[in-house]
C-alpha cells in the first residue's frame, strides 16, 4: 500500500495533466455536434442550402453528403476568425499549464459570445432571459451559454427561412408558368414537375445559382 501511494505522488503532476488533457479532449468530441450545429453558423447554412435543393424538386442532388460538406467547410471558413481567438485566448494558455481549465472555459466562451450576439434577434434573447428570470445582462460576457445559445438557435433558424423563401420564388414562378401553358394545352395529365424541372436547372445554371447563394451566405456573416 505504501508502495502504491508512493508510486501515486510521484507520478501525480505528470499524470494528472495527461488525464486532464484526454478528459477534455473527449468532452470536446462529444459535445462538437452539438456546438458546431447551435454555437456556429452551421444551421443557416445547412437550411438554406437543403431550401435550395427543394426548391430545384431535384431529389437527392446535390446528396445529402455534399451538402453537409459544404456547409461544413463554410462554416470553418466563416468561424475561422473565432476559432482562432479560441486558440490563442484559451486552448494554447490551458495546454501550456499557465490557466486551469475553469478559466479556460470562461476565455473560450467570450469569442463565440460575441459572435452569436451579432446574429441574435433581441426578440429572441429576452424570451429566454424572462422565462430563466435571469437579470438583464450589462454586457455580453455577462449572458449564460444556456440562454444565449438557444436564443441563437431560434433567430438562425428564422433568417435561414427568410433566405429560403427568397429562394423559392423564382422557381415557383416557372412552376405556375409551367402548369398553367399544360393546362390550356389540355394536359392535365402530365405532371407539370417533370417539364418544370430542366428549365428550372437551366435558370439556376445560367445565373450561377451555387455562387450566388454561396455569396449571399458569406454576406449575410
Do not use: K
Given at each position: 500500500m505504501n508502495d502504491f501511494m508512493q508510486y501515486f505522488n510521484s507520478s501525480a503532476p505528470d499524470d494528472v495533466s495527461t488525464a486532464v488533457k484526454l478528459l477534455l479532449v473527449l468532452t470536446v468530441l462529444s459535445l462538437a455536434p452539438s456546438i458546431l450545429i447551435l454555437m456556429t453558423c452551421f444551421t443557416r447554412i445547412i437550411i438554406v442550402l437543403s431550401?435550395?435543393?427543394t426548391s430545384l424538386a431535384t431529389q437527392q442532388m446535390p446528396p445529402n453528403q455534399v451538402l453537409v460538406g459544404l456547409?461544413?467547410?463554410l462554416t470553418f471558413f466563416i468561424m475561422a476568425p473565432t476559432f482562432s481567438q479560441v486558440n490563442e485566448q484559451a486552448l494554447?494558455?490551458?495546454?501550456?499549464?499557465k490557466i486551469?481549465?475553469?478559466e479556460a472555459y470562461d476565455k473560450a466562451s467570450v469569442p463565440f459570445k460575441e459572435f452569436?450576439?451579432?446574429?441574435?434577434r433581441q426578440k429572441d434573447l429576452q424570451l429566454f432571459l424572462d422565462y430563466s428570470h435571469a437579470k438583464q445582462p450589462k454586457t455580453i460576457q455577462d449572458i449564460p451559454l444556456t440562454t444565449l445559445v438557444p436564443?441563437?438557435?431560434i433567430s438562425e433558424i428564422k433568417t435561414a427561412f427568410q433566405i429560403g423563401f427568397m429562394i423559392f420564388i423564382p422557381f415557383l414562378v416557372?412552376?405556375?408558368v409551367v402548369a398553367s401553358v399544360l393546362m390550356s394545352m389540355g394536359m392535365m395529365m402530365l405532371p407539370p414537375v417533370m417539364i418544370s424541372l430542366p428549365f428550372k436547372i437551366l435558370l439556376f445554371v445560367l445565373v450561377d445559382g451555387w455562387y450566388l447563394v454561396v455569396k449571399s451566405l458569406l454576406e449575410s456573416f
Open positions: 431550401f435550395v435543393r456547409a461544413l467547410f494554447t494558455p490551458l495546454f501550456d499549464g486551469n481549465l475553469e452569436m450576439s451579432e446574429h441574435t436564443a441563437y438557435a416557372i412552376d405556375m
